[in-house]
């Protein structure tokens, strides 16, 4: 069956960064587009960055120019580089694909002091 494994996350100072990795098995990691998506305490999942299977990349706007997705068809992960990290990046963080989600993996808590 299909699992997701997100790593990375960690606690950072303000305007510092980190590097999530997300391992996907069970499907065929290629044919999917893949995103990132975080939870805050006491907010809904939102997704912050999205990468299609021709690896073309979006953004939401709060994380535009500070966010990075990529994927590694070969080692099936996608990858999320963030930098000048803010303390509204607090969340815990995970990747799915997008419009019909796969079960959700554990997440991986990325904490930002300010």
């Known amino acids: 069956q299909v699992q997701l494994v997100e790593s990375g996350g960690g606690l950072v100072q303000a305007g510092g960064s980190l590097r999530l990795s997300c391992a996907a098995s069970?499907?065929?990691?290629?044919?999917?587009?893949m995103g990132w998506y975080r939870q805050a305490p006491g907010k809904t999942r939102e997704l912050v960055a999205s990468?299609?299977?021709?690896?073309?990349?979006n953004y939401a706007n709060s994380v535009k120019g500070r966010f990075t997705i990529s994927r590694d068809n070969a080692k099936n992960t996608v990858y999320l580089q963030m930098n000048s990290l803010k303390p509204e990046d607090t969340a815990v963080y995970y990747c799915?694909?997008?419009?019909?989600?796969?079960?959700w993996g554990q997440g991986t808590q990325v904490t930002v002091s300010s």
């Open positions: 799915n694909r997008q419009l019909v989600f796969w079960p």
């Open positions: 990468i299609t299977t021709s690896s073309t990349t």
């Open positions: 069970g499907m065929i990691f290629s044919a999917y587009a």
